[in-house]
């Protein structure tokens, strides 16, 4: 609830986007490491603490009072003397828990319209003879604030998506379990990318090992030994991604008919595999049981000492999904143009962008225009072509 809070209260919102280090703890808020001078001239850093007015306990109200407490010794100027004008008092108290040492009186004649301008004033006030005395001194550490009531799916607080003020937007992804079908190279950028959405959970599937050409072709840079530990692909990026976001399950094998009902329960699937044979096992069956895919596709070859070729995403929905067929061969062919061996990380991580921007236009996320269900992306040309409009 606290980070709900935080993220629907706008006062609130603003400290912790300026990089204040607030935490809702009951019913007060606490705001840590503001820089002050002790009286032995030596800066050190305390926690301002105020209760909290809440409107229908979802929101901040205006303050109730403009007394604010304090953790720490009694701040001073930079020559040691003791700030007299904030004083208020002095004794020691706890609430639930919180045992601050004294309090402070800073009334501005209008009172305090906010939280961000009560916590402001006295950061302000407390902390100007600490950064007199030291420049590098600040309150304004952005650090990073871990999820530890378990609110969210992500390990720390999602501040990208509030900085821009689109949690709501956002929230679209909620409730989703998504899998991801191959993890050699495309894959993997759909894994970069889908871990950074709060989905439920993100099922990865791939029974090969995380060799050395893999690393070249993935996001992020694979240690020597990452590589000696002779991983499978599913594990190792599991374990990568599982600092970001806590519901990653590693399916360390192939999807395969005696199988293929683990995904009765996804809500999307990325496919990203080589083999037509797979692909269209896998689509069918999906089409069949009436989730909805995309399946990606690169394709590059060497002239004249230059590289050529194209990305392809093609989408299947219960609204469209004749045109599969006409879009990947029934088989494995050498004539495919979209199963040759070169891969490169930039046409990947492209490949894995046009596919995640189309997921997230069917979610709501992004407007879709077009509602193309097929897109090729050629490198020489730079164009895209987009068909099999709904």
Known sequence: MSQQLINHSQDLKRLRDEG???????????????????????????????TLTLKNGATTATPDNHVIYFIGDNPCNDDGTIITAIQHDNSAKNFGGIAINRSFSNKPQQGYPNYYEKVKRYADIISAPAKYLDSTVTEKTFKVIPDNANETVFQYIDTNSSRANIDLIN??????????????????????????????EIHIFDG?????HNAFRSPGAASIDDLNKNQRKAEYLSGIYANMHKHIIPHSYYVLKDNIQELDQMSFVFICVDKNSVRNMIVKYLIRIGIPCIDVGLGVETVDDKLRGATRVTTVTKAKNDHFSTRVFAEDSENNDYVTNIQIAELNSLNACFAVIKWKKLSGFYVDQESEHNSIFTIGTSKIINDDAT
């Not at 998504?178 to 889908?194: F, K, N, P």
């Not at 090969?208 to 050395?212: A, L, V, Y």
């Open 171 to 200: 929230s679209k992804f909620n409730g989703q379990k998504i899998a991801i079908i191959g993890l050699g190279g495309t894959g993997a950028y759909v894994l970069d990318l889908i871990a950074k959405t709060p989905v439920s």
């Open 208 to 212: 090969d090992d995380f060799d050395q």
């Open 20 to 50: 204040y280090e607030i935490e809702v703890r009951g019913g007060h808020l606490l705001v840590h490491h503001i820089p002050y001078v002790r009286s032995d001239k030596t800066i050190q850093y305390g926690i301002l603490v105020s």
